[in-house]
């Protein structure tokens, strides 16, 4: 094992809208064998996150949790790998040679990748969604190694992160506003 470099940010969401402009900043990053291991516990939000990181990387049509097929294969941009490992176990895991996706030419997206954390690279972006009420959430980020950390660290606060209108994301209008 290796001693890579770490960053942590937490990032605030308060909607869907956020979460998108989230997953399409770090998906304007990804480079081939990028991974991205995303967690939290059910309607957290992941497929949500999943489905702003592929509109970004370009994906036409619809995306949606691959739970019971496990893995679907997405062409964008880059080709995108949205794996959900939750009704497996880390041996089943194994047998599906995951390590050929992580090591490829797209993009990983692992949902529940708390169950696989021998099977993952070192050198990855966790994501750990908490639902925090309502439409909020807390999205905790931790990069792990190149160019993860970069990411991190760069992350800006989600009111300066802009949509493709170039309005600013995390902006919400008070009752009664247009």
């Known amino acids: 094992m290796h001693a ?15 979460t998108a402009a989230l997953a399409a900043y770090f998906a304007n990053l990804a480079q081939p064998g990028t991974v991205v291991a995303l967690d939290g516990d059910l309607g957290a939000g992941k497929t949500k996150f999943s489905q702003g990181f592929a509109a ?8 949606n949790s691959p739970t019971f097929t ?29 390590d050929e996706y992580f090591e490829g030419q ?13 099977l993952l690279p070192e050198e990855r972006l966790n994501l750990h ?6 439409e909020g959430r807390t999205i905790h980020c931790k990069g792990v190694g190149t160019p993860y ?21 995390g902006e919400s209008k008070k009752d009664g506003e247009l």
């Open 129 to 134: 969604i908490e639902h925090t009420g309502g």
């Open 70 to 98: 496990l893995i679907k294969e997405y062409e964008g941009r880059l080709p995108l790998y949205h794996m959900d490992v939750y009704r497996i176990s880390q041996d089943e895991a194994e047998d599906l040679g995951l």
């Open 149 to 169: 950390v970069q990411w991190i660290a760069e992350l800006p606060e989600p009111p300066q992160i802009t949509n493709e209108a170039g309005a600013a994301q």
């Open 106 to 118: 797209g993009v990983s997206l692992v949902e529940w990748a708390s169950i696989i954390p021998d």
């Open 56 to 63: 970004a990387l370009g994906v036409k049509g619809v995306v």
């Open 4 to 18: 890579y470099e770490k960053a942590t940010k937490s990032w605030v969401s308060h909607g869907e809208a956020d």
